[in-house]
C-alpha cells in the first residue's frame, strides 16, 4: 500500500515538475535583435547616404561634404563598431540561468516530497526517481559578419584617401585613415599613414607616436630601433603615457634591463586603476621581474 501510495505521489511530482520546466526549457520565441555592430554600421550607411543625397542636390559644397563624412567615420570607429558585442555573453548567461533553474526544480523537488512523505507514512521502500539532463538551446544573436566589416571599413579608408587627396594637412583624418588601415590589417599602408600625420604635425602627440611605434614593431618583428625611439620621444613629451610606459617596459624586459623594466611598470601601475584587469597584469610582471632580479 505504502509502495503504490509512493509512486502515485512521484506522478504527481512529474506532473508538476512538467507544468514548471516546460515555460524554461522550451525554445524562446522571441525575435533577436542585432547586434550593437549591424546597428552602428546600418546607421553610417543610412547616413552617407544622406549625405550622397544632399551633395547631388546641390545643398552640400563638395568640401562640406568631405568634412561630414570624416566626421561620421571618426564617430563609426569612436562608437566602439568593431569591439565584440555583448549580446551573445547576455544570452549565455541567460541559458545559464534558465538551466540552473531547471537543474534545481528537478533535483530539489522530488525529494522535497520523498522527505515529506517518509517523515509523515513511514514507508519502508522508496522508489528512486531517475533525473533527466536537459539542457537549454541559446540562440546566438545575428552579428554582422566580418566580411561586412571589412568592407564598410574599406569603404571608409577609400573616403579618407579621396578626402587627404584634396587636404593632405589633415592630421586627424591621416591618423584616422592609419586605425582604419590597422584593422583592415594593411600594415604597411597604416604606417604611411601614419608617417604622413607626423610629417603634417602630428609629431608631438604621444599617441600617434605609439600608434606609430606599434605599427613599426608588428611589421619587423620588434621594437629595437625607430620604433623604441618613438617610444621614448613620446615619454619625453608624456611621461605618465600608459602606453608608452607598456611599450617602453616591455622592451626594457626582453632585454634583460630589468632594472628598466621595473621603473617602466611601476610608473605604469600608478596610472592604471588599481582594479583594473590592466593593473593586475602589470603586477603580475613586476613579480616576474622581482623574480628575475633574485635569479640574477
Given amino acids: 500500500m ?28 522571441w525575435d533577436v535583435l542585432p547586434s550593437r555592430r549591424a546597428v552602428n554600421a546600418s ?13 547631388a542636390a546641390g545643398s552640400l559644397t563638395h568640401a562640406q561634404y568631405a568634412t561630414a563624412v570624416a566626421d561620421l567615420e571618426r564617430e563609426l570607429l569612436d562608437s566602439g563598431a568593431i569591439e565584440p558585442d555583448e549580446a551573445l555573453d547576455e544570452g549565455r548567461g541567460s541559458g545559464r540561468t534558465v538551466g540552473a533553474v531547471a537543474i534545481v526544480c528537478i533535483a530539489v523537488l522530488p525529494f522535497m516530497a520523498i ?42 579608408a577609400q573616403q579618407l584617401q579621396g578626402r587627404l587627396a584634396l587636404e593632405p594637412d589633415d592630421v586627424e ?33 604621444p599617441d600617434l607616436l605609439t600608434r606609430y611605434a606599434d605599427v613599426m614593431a608588428e611589421r619587423q ?21 600608459a602606453q608608452g610606459l ?7 624586459f626582453l632585454e634583460g634591463e630589468v632594472e628598466s623594466a621595473r621603473r617602466y611598470w611601476e610608473r ?4 592604471l586603476p588599481p582594479d583594473s584587469p590592466e593593473a593586475e597584469v602589470i603586477r603580475g610582471n613586476l ?10
Avoid at 517523515?119 to 566580418?146: D, I
Fill in 173 to 205: 583624418s591621416w591618423v584616422l585613415l592609419g586605425r582604419t588601415l590597422v584593422f583592415l590589417n594593411d600594415l604597411d599602408a597604416a604606417e604611411r599613414a601614419f608617417r604622413e600625420a607626423m610629417a603634417h604635425g602630428g609629431d608631438q602627440d
Fill in 43 to 55: 546607421v553610417h550607411r543610412d547616413r552617407v547616404q544622406e549625405l550622397d543625397q544632399d551633395l
Fill in 268 to 271: 605604469l601601475l600608478g596610472v
Fill in 2 to 29: 505504502n509502495g503504490l501510495f509512493l509512486l502515485f505521489a512521484l506522478l504527481l511530482c512529474v506532473l508538476a515538475l512538467a507544468f514548471v520546466l516546460y515555460p524554461l526549457l522550451r525554445e524562446p520565441q
Fill in 287 to 296: 613579480a616576474q621581474v622581482a623574480q628575475a632580479a633574485t635569479e640574477g
Fill in 115 to 156: 522527505g515529506i512523505y517518509l517523515t509523515v507514512g513511514h514507508a519502508e521502500e522508496v522508489f528512486a526517481t531517475q533525473h533527466s539532463a536537459s539542457e537549454t538551446a541559446v540562440v546566438e544573436p545575428t552579428a554582422a559578419t566580418e566580411a561586412e566589416l571589412r568592407r564598410q571599413f574599406q569603404l571608409m
Fill in 246 to 252: 607598456w611599450l617602453a617596459g616591455s622592451e626594457a
Fill in 221 to 241: 618583428g620588434g621594437l629595437s630601433g625607430e620604433p623604441l625611439r618613438l617610444i621614448e620621444r613620446a615619454l619625453e613629451i608624456d611621461p605618465h603615457h
